[in-house]
């Protein structure tokens, strides 16, 4: 129950609790979330390998809270005995720049692929895989907040490929 509190209350700071969108270097946020992870790469032995990132407009807490939320779902949603495997790469598409985070972990049945992006919706028993069911939909409200879209490409038992796209040069909502 504590955790769907810490959970709910961090869901609501997406909009509340903000920071004006200043020119980041993402590579610093994805930093920031692999040295809130090292605890758990290190025990998964995971290997993770990155594109340098470049420098967007937006909330860099914000931003490294959702690399830490998609990393961290790839390091929780592995198949048994495999060596978590993660690649974060970045392209600049028209207007926008799209950031991946890739796994080769459990995947997700495609029929589901807007479902996970809810509040309180999981695919799995509550017994399966700790989680309230409110990372991705946070992750959904921090990429909305700065303009852009997330979506994952997912086969199961072939890994997931999660994508989130931020405008160039957005001004921060009010």
Do not use: W
Request: proline residues 5%.
């Amino acid at each position: 129950m504590q955790q769907v509190i810490q959970d709910l209350l961090a869901y609501s700071r997406v909009q509340t609790k903000v920071q004006v969108f200043n020119l980041i270097d993402t590579d610093e946020a994805l930093d920031r979330a692999l040295a809130n992870l090292q605890l758990v790469i290190r025990e998964k032995g995971a290997v993770i390998t990155r594109d340098p990132l470049p420098r967007v407009f937006a909330d860099g807490t914000q931003i490294a809270q959702l690399f830490q939320n998609l990393v961290g779902n790839a390091l929780k949603f592995q198949k048994p005995g495999a060596t978590p495997e993660i690649r974060i790469t970045s392209v600049t598409e028209g207007d926008r720049q799209v950031f991946s985070v890739a796994d080769n972990g459990i995947g997700i049945d495609p029929r589901f692929a807007d479902r996970i992006f809810k509040i309180f919706q999981r695919l799995h028993a509550k017994g399966e895989y700790d989680g309230t069911g409110i990372g991705l939909a946070i992750c959904r409200r921090i990429v909305e907040r700065h303009g852009g879209a997330i979506e994952v490409e997912s086969e199961p038992g072939a890994g997931s490929t999660f994508s989130f796209s931020i405008p160039f040069h957005r001004e921060a909502p009010p």
